[in-house]
């Protein structure tokens, strides 16, 4: 049983780039949450999709956007990219609308801005 | 969500039982608590999560006490590989519009 799988692992780009990220769900889940986690801070809540739709938004600029596909995979873009940008991106999935279940975390893209 | 407090970091030795405790006062009453591990480069891993009094797996115990206002997460005989940080964290954990808010945890170091 596939856990949750990101795509790429590492990724360097420079500033004003745009960049995708892809993350897919563990099997059976349908709730795909992203994260932002920058060198010894905890994760920082991006967006959640649900249903193809965004359902809660953290206080993350307009530069990010997200979508979820009919199979429950989900893309992070990265717009006008800032040297702030550079932190481990995760992607977690759960099973909605149980809400007693835990979330279940990626192992992330290291995303390198120069 | 409910805020929590736990201590920045802790250290051990292989072999000893570690117990994390983590605050949380304001509670809800729909509110689980979960505790997360996380390794350097990877994403967290769930390690357990309770409503109240006592849950216990295969690597962990949790204990609630009935006000469910703090937690403890006990790792019974760490070894060196438990070296890692760990976060609490309360809230709807699941379902649609449950962003999990994390703090910076608890960083334990397991020595020889």
């Known amino acids: 049983d596939a856990g949750v799988t990101q795509s790429p692992t590492h990724l360097i780009k420079t500033r004003g780039q745009q960049v995708t990220l892809r993350c897919s769900p563990k099997?059976?889940?349908?709730?795909v949450s992203w994260y932002q986690q920058a060198l010894g801070q905890g994760p920082q809540f991006i967006f959640q999709?649900?249903?193809?739709?965004?359902?809660q938004r953290g206080n993350f600029p307009d530069r990010f956007s997200g979508h979820q596909f009919p199979n429950y995979s989900s893309e992070l873009n990265v717009n006008a990219l800032l040297l702030g940008d550079s932190a481990l991106y995760l992607c977690a999935s759960s099973l909605a609308p149980q809400s007693n279940q835990p979330q279940h975390f990626g192992d992330g893209t290291r995303l390198s801005i120069l | 969500l409910a805020k929590t407090t736990q201590p920045i970091s802790m250290d051990s030795y292989e072999g000893q039982e570690v117990n994390i405790t983590c605050s949380h006062n304001?509670?809800?009453?729909?509110?689980?608590i979960t505790w997360y591990q996380q390794f350097p480069s990877q994403g967290p891993r769930f390690i357990i999560q309770?409503?109240?009094t006592k849950v216990t797996n295969e690597v962990a115990s949790l204990f609630i006490p009935a006000d469910r206002k703090s937690s403890t997460l006990s790792l019974p005989r760490v070894s060196l590989s438990d070296t890692a940080v760990y976060y609490c964290?309360?809230?709807?954990?699941?379902?649609?519009?449950?962003?999990?808010?994390f703090g910076k945890g608890t960083t334990l170091s397991v020595s020889s």
């Open positions: 304001n509670i809800a009453t729909n509110d689980y």
């Open positions: 964290l309360v809230g709807d954990v699941g379902g649609p519009g449950t962003a999990l808010i």
């Open positions: 099997s059976g889940h349908d709730t």
């Open positions: 999709y649900y249903e193809e739709e965004e359902r």
């Open positions: 309770g409503y109240k």
